[in-house]
């Protein structure tokens, strides 16, 4: 199969199912370099399940997964460990950071893990850390950070090696509204700044255009969404949501309720 000439991540045919109950049913996806992608839908939808086989933490039971020239449905498992380590970042709902360690040592894991020195490690996660206004944490204990401050850590860590594509599974999910604002207007500026390309899966959606170009909103967030309807792609947008205002084939200035 050909992969797409401008597509960084792609997929074909998706299938992966839970104890014979499906999760995904023939999806098929891609993501351009630098773009952001938001994967929409209804809880259950499918987007985790998604997420997790692009990012070859799951192997599909039917379907292709290609990063690159990297056929990730084939690769064993080291490789695709090595994979996620080197090329790709991970943010989850809740952030999960090592309570022993410093908040800059957090940020720094993936590239101490990759064999970079101590002292450039150290000095990259604190330029992410201060890039995402925690830079004055870095020497404490995730223990005593706000939530909100916790998950900035994490997308700091997420992005501290320069990955090529960020996952970021409902990112600001546990946060409070202006937090959520926040969060979300650092990871997105972050990875445009940086060209790295961005698939977030989010069933919060901002209800109408309006909001979506509201600042509040981070507006214009994601170039492109994709939305999920019991482990489907589904051309009509999620069921509350006005469809997009302009652009082909739901490219918009469109965003995430935040
Ligand atoms: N570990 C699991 N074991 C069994 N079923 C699962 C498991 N994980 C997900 N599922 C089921 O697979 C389907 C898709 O779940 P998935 O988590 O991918 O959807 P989602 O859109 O991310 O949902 P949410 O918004 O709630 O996170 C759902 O029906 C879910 O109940």
């Given at each position: 199969m ?5 597509d ?5 045919g998706l299938?992966y ?11 098929s996806f891609g ?10 839908g209804a809880?259950?939808?499918?987007k985790?399940?998604l ?6 933490q799951?192997?599909?039971e039917?379907g292709e997964?290609?990063?690159n020239?990297a056929p990730v ?14 090329r ?5 709902s809740?952030?999960r950071?090592?309570?022993?360690l410093t908040v800059?040592e957090?940020?720094?894991?993936p ?5 970079t020195?101590?002292r450039?490690?150290?000095k ?21 950070l706000?939530?909100?401050e ?10 501290a090696?320069s ?5 970021a599974d409902?990112?600001t999910a ?14 997105s500026?972050?990875?445009?700044s940086?060209g790295i390309t961005?698939?977030?899966?989010t069933?919060d959606?901002?209800?109408t ?17 994709v939305?999920l ?11 509350e949501v006005?469809?997009?205002p302009?652009?082909?084939e ?6 995430l309720?935040?």
């Amino acid at each position: 199969m050909t992969a797409p000439p401008d597509d960084v991540l792609w997929a074909r045919g998706l299938h992966y199912t839970y104890d014979g109950s499906p999760a995904l049913q023939g999806v098929s996806f891609g993501v351009r370099e630098g773009e952001i992608v938001a994967v929409t839908g209804a809880r259950g939808s499918g987007k985790t399940t998604l997420l997790r086989c692009l990012s070859g933490q799951e192997l599909p039971e039917r379907g292709e997964v290609w990063f690159n020239s990297a056929p990730v449905h084939t690769l064993g498992r080291a490789a695709r460990e090595r994979l996620r380590l080197r090329r790709f970042g991970w943010i989850d709902s809740s952030p999960r950071l090592v309570p022993e360690l410093t908040v800059w040592e957090n940020a720094a894991l993936p590239l101490l893990l990759q064999g970079t020195g101590y002292r450039t490690a150290r000095k990259t996660a604190c330029a992410w850390l201060a890039r995402l206004d925690v830079g004055d944490c870095a020497r404490k204990r995730p223990a005593v950070l706000r939530q909100a401050e916790r998950q900035r850590v994490a997308v700091a860590r997420a992005l501290a090696h320069s990955p090529d594509v960020l996952f970021a599974d409902e990112p600001t999910a546990p946060l409070h509204r202006t937090d959520r604002a926040q969060v979300l207007r650092a990871l997105s500026a972050a990875a445009r700044s940086h060209g790295i390309t961005v698939v977030l899966a989010t069933h919060d959606f901002a209800p109408t255009p309006a909001a979506r170009t509201a600042d509040e909103t981070g507006a214009a967030l994601a170039d492109r969404i994709v939305t999920l309807t019991d482990g489907r792609r589904s051309r009509a947008p999620a069921p509350e949501v006005e469809p997009a205002p302009t652009g082909p084939e739901g490219a918009a200035a469109c965003s995430l309720s935040v």
